[in-house]
């Protein structure tokens, strides 16, 4: 199995940036591609961002522009900076990690708020 863990959401006003990361542990030689998705308060969970192991890259229209995604193989870490950002990006964010084309692995979350 795979463990991730997200570390870096907090409180941050409109406008401002956030770095979260997320760190994966046990079985990540199972690991394709990683992502990051959310969930704001009352709604369904969301898709953000998706790296593949050779570093392409897509995002949700929402945060395009805003958000970037990288990876860092050889710590086995997915990271997402967000800039600009907006009271609609409050939410709890997770990471995630594909085996294949779905999401098998998630974190526990971490919470991003933006305050105006």
């Known amino acids: 199995q795979v463990q991730l863990v997200e570390s870096g959401g907090g409180l941050v006003q409109v406008g401002g940036s956030l770095r979260l990361s997320c760190a994966a542990s046990g079985s990540t030689w199972l690991i394709d591609d990683m992502g990051w998705y959310r969930q704001a308060p009352g709604k369904q969970r969301e898709f953000v961002a998706r790296i593949t192991r050779g570093g392409t890259t897509s995002y949700a229209d929402s945060v395009k522009g805003r958000f970037t995604i990288s990876r860092d193989g050889a710590k086995n870490s997915v990271y997402v900076q967000m800039t600009t950002l907006k009271p609609e990006d409050t939410a709890v964010y997770y990471c995630?990690?594909?085996?294949?084309?779905?999401?098998?692995?998630w974190g526990q979350g971490t919470q991003v708020t933006v305050s105006s």
């Open positions: 995630a990690a594909a085996r294949g084309l779905w999401f098998n692995f």
